[in-house]
């Protein structure tokens, strides 16, 4: 990994989490005080709890994102959340282009890159998800529905301070199933000259997280590939235990 290229560990809580979860963050944040960690670490809790987590972060390191929000600044959307308003929250990242939300919500990359414009032009940074589907890499068609992913979920205007990207293979999310270290270094090189061919510098500073069923046994070998800037972790950040084992595996 470039020496310019801070490791991020981004937990994605998805559709869980009460008030009484802060306990979780609260061990985060004691850990955060006593251990220096080598990676940023972000987590992404729902809406409801951004305030709540972030009154508690108050002063440490964990940074606090949101896992969606709407290509309009604003307006009549029953039931969504702006950009602005993640931010207002306590929210400095955002997650877009989630294969959840792909799939439940039929967002396509023209949806996903107006998102991740309305999150810069929030002030958040964006991580915009990428990934082929179990039928995609069995017809072999994984780098090209990925680079096509890339060229129309990414805004022109997206540089390295403002953008992550993300690769989660659908197969591989929530499965236990990850894809061989080969497959992990064959893509991550793929998004990696994408990404430099498109943006230069700024691309190759751009941080690329693997995500799909990353675990505390599993992290090193997957963080140790070439151009694998970090993990995006699902399941497995639930739980403050599991995801401390992760970010530490660095
Ligand atoms: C995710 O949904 O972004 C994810 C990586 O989930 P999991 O770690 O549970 O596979």
């Known amino acids: 990994m470039s020496k310019s290229r801070r490791p991020l560990v981004a937990g994605n809580w998805k559709m869980n989490g009460l008030k009484k979860s802060q306990a979780e963050v609260n061990k985060l944040i004691k850990k955060l005080t006593k251990q220096h960690l080598k990676c940023d670490l972000l987590l992404c809790p729902p809406a409801t709890l951004l305030t709540r987590f972030k009154n508690a972060a108050k002063g440490s390191r964990l940074r606090l994102g949101g896992q969606d929000c ?3 600044e604003k307006g009549a959307h029953t039931g969504d959340i702006s950009a602005q308003m993640l931010a207002d929250a306590g929210a400095t ?3 877009v282009g989630h294969s959840e939300r792909r799939a439940d919500h039929q967002e396509t ?5 107006a998102k991740a414009g309305a999150a810069s032009a929030a002030g958040l940074k964006v991580i915009v998800c990428v990934g082929e589907t179990a039928g995609e890499r069995r ?3 994984t780098l ?4 096509r992913q890339l060229t129309k979920s990414i805004p022109d205007k997206s540089s390295s301070s403002s953008t992550v990207i993300a690769y989660e293979p659908v197969w591989a999310i929530g499965s236990g199933k990850t894809p061989t270290t080969k497959q992990v270094a064959e893509v991550h090189a793929f998004i990696r000259r994408k990404l430099v061919q498109r943006f ?5 500073g751009m941080r690329i997280l693997y995500g799909g069923s990353v675990n505390p046994v599993n992290a090193s070998e997957l963080l140790a590939i070439a151009n694998v800037d970090g993990a995006l972790v699902g399941g497995a ?5 599991n995801f401390w084992g992760i970010a530490a595996s660095y």
């Open 237 to 241: 950040s639930l739980k403050a235990s």
């Open 109 to 113: 990359d023209r949806i996903v890159r």
């Open 200 to 204: 230069g510098d700024e691309g190759e």
């Open 93 to 95: 990242f955002v997650i």
């Open 139 to 141: 017809q072999k068609k």
């Open 70 to 72: 709407h290509g309009q």
């Open 144 to 147: 090209r529905v990925i680079g």
